[in-house]
């Protein structure tokens, strides 16, 4: 089960429809079941059908997790035009597997939806959003 506050429900929704028509992209991070910090990164990619991480804010981002001995991360990202589920290429770039991979769908831009998975060597299972 993934918990999250309403609060970073709110600033992801909120990131994803500044974006549209372009996917967007962030982490979530913080220690045990608890997320501190929402951090909005920049899709390279500049795509609405897929993203693609800056480098050099990947690297801070994640070392500011091991810095800080965060391990519950979360990994999200909008589909403009699709349901929040992993498109193939989401399974094959999933590159954390402890991660929550959330997916937020504007498919419908007037009610998003927010899904969240895990994702270990190409297998994918949906997991419980406990909303706080």
Request: hydrophobic share 40%.
């Amino acid at each position: 089960m993934l918990t999250i506050s309403d609060l970073f429900v709110s600033k992801i929704i909120a990131h994803a429809q500044q974006c549209d028509p372009v996917e967007c992209c962030g982490v979530l991070a913080g220690p045990g079941n608890v997320f501190e910090k929402l951090t909005q990164m920049t899709n390279v990619d500049n795509s609405p059908f897929r993203f693609s991480w800056d480098q050099k804010e990947l690297l801070d981002v994640y070392l500011e997790m091991e810095d800080s001995n965060w391990t519950n991360r979360a990994v999200y990202h909008s589909h403009t035009h699709s349901e929040a589920y992993p498109s193939d290429t989401d399974i094959r770039m999933a590159g954390w597997p402890e991660a929550h991979y959330i997916i937020v769908s504007l498919m419908d831009k007037t009610k998003p939806v927010l899904r969240s998975f895990r994702i270990v060597d190409g297998s994918v299972e949906e997991e419980t959003i406990e909303f706080v």
